[in-house]
């Protein structure tokens, strides 16, 4: 046992033999299956990364119950000039291309009790101060 088996029978417990195979075999089972789906899960995140990083859209991804942001994407740093840090950890009525905090919080209320909100053209500010107005498209999902 100390140099790894997991089990062992004795002659005079030779019954146990089949259901002890099938046990082991049924670990094993379930192993590869979790290193499959882990491996799918991984396949899956990095070609999520991928397109989130190279998405020519604007992308926040906010914490639903709080409205903090946990990420944002190349394209929206880029478009509006700030940098990445000025977006992470913040609320979206917190961040200056949001500056309207009433109509931010009122948005994000929306969010939260409809799932999703849309506007043909949101105007942002860029750090430079200059208008860009977006289409804004927010909703909720269940990951």
Excluded: C
């Excluded at 859209?57 to 994407?73: H, K, R, S």
Aim: hydrophobic share 35%; net charge negative; no cysteine.
């Amino acid at each position: 046992m100390k140099s790894g088996a997991r089990d062992y029978i004795r002659k005079e417990e030779l019954a146990r033999l089949v259901p002890t195979i099938k046990e082991v075999m049924r670990d094993v089972e379930v192993g590869r299956e979790q290193q499959r789906a882990e491996h799918l899960l991984q396949v899956s995140e990095a070609r999520y990364r991928r397109l989130f990083e190279t998405a020519q859209d604007g992308i926040l991804i906010l914490d639903a119950e709080t409205g903090q942001i946990t990420d944002v994407n190349p394209y929206l740093v880029k478009m509006l000039g700030y940098a990445r840090e000025d977006f992470l950890g913040k609320k979206l009525w917190e961040i200056g291309s949001f500056k309207d905090s009433e109509a931010s919080k009122s948005t994000f209320l929306e969010l939260q009790t409809q799932g999703y909100v849309r506007y043909e053209d949101l105007p942002l500010e860029a750090s430079d101060e200059r208008r860009v107005d977006v289409e804004f498209v927010k909703r909720v999902h269940g990951w």
